[in-house]
């Protein structure tokens, strides 16, 4: 009778163990299949971006297009003033610049890193100053640009893509306005770094950890979330990193660092935009 129990008991213990092991197992393929469908959903949400990113730039190049033409037709005009005609170049620097960057989205996650492409970010953003205080509604626009940086390697349109997004996101955190500081320096680890320096609203630790996530945004922001996350992909993209100093009611700094381009080039980006 006791060895009968004792069989009994070891048939149990097995059935037991056996029926353990299906449990795991199921639900180990039950939580292979939630992540194959949520990557599933990832890849074709993806996808479906890329599409409508195609349709948008195509259309934004149509419209710009339309812009440039009607400011070539006005430029024809006879008895143009200095400022008009200043204001002409600028219209047409903006339409050109707005198409770059449209094309540059297309770009976005899967273009190679050109080891050739080589911009000096001073050069760059006085450059492109004019534009940005255009976009800004009752803030100011402050430049403390290093002179005699070394380049950064990067292209002028993904740094421009960098500055306009930190840019507007600064301005957008001052609703009652106050002063963006822009701040480009170099330092002894190969690097160029871009600051842009806010008086706003501040973010609090949670937010500042998800700030760079795509399509987020604050509950009492009407924008659309993609501008930080436009930052972070092409810094990835060109090998940097990103830090932000941030206190709710004081102000957000955020630092991005880029690495110098290689000192002997065989080609180079813009030409406009070097030291």
Not at 25 to 46: N, P, V
Not at 193 to 206: H, K, L, Y
Request: overall charge negative; aromatic content about 2%.
């Amino acid at each position: 009778m006791p060895e009968f129990l004792l069989v009994c008991s070891a048939l149990v213990a097995a059935l037991l163990g056996l029926i353990l092991s299906r449990r795991r197992q199921t639900r180990r393929l039950q939580a292979e299949r939630a992540a194959l469908a949520s990557r599933l959903h990832d890849a074709l949400h993806s996808a479906t971006l890329g599409h409508l990113a195609i349709g948008l730039v195509h259309d934004i190049n149509n419209l710009m297009d339309v812009v440039l033409g009607h400011a070539d037709l006005t430029r024809a005009a006879a008895n143009l003033t200095a400022d008009q005609q200043l204001s002409l170049d600028e219209i047409d620097r903006a339409a050109r610049t707005t198409g770059e960057l449209a094309r540059e989205l297309l770009t976005l996650g899967r273009a190679p890193m050109d080891e050739q492409s080589s911009t000096d970010a001073s050069v760059r953003i006085a450059r492109i100053a004019s534009m940005l205080e255009r976009v800004m509604d009752n803030v100011q626009l402050a430049l403390d640009l290093a002179d005699g940086l070394p380049p950064a390697r990067a292209k002028a349109t993904q740094l421009d893509q960098v500055v306009l997004n930190l840019v507007l996101n600064a301005a957008h955190a001052m609703p009652d306005g106050g002063t963006v500081v822009v701040r480009t320096r170099s330092d002894a680890q190969a690097c160029i770094s871009i600051e842009v320096v806010d008086q706003g609203v501040g973010m609090s630790p949670e937010v500042v950890a998800r700030a760079f996530d795509p399509f987020f945004t604050t509950e009492s922001s009407a924008h659309t979330g993609i501008g930080l996350a436009t930052v972070a992909t092409v810094v990835d993209q060109l090998g940097g990193r990103i830090s932000v100093g941030s206190t709710p009611g004081t102000g957000t700094s955020i630092r991005v660092d880029l690495p110098v381009a290689n000192p002997n080039p065989r080609g180079s980006g813009d030409p406009d935009d070097r030291g």
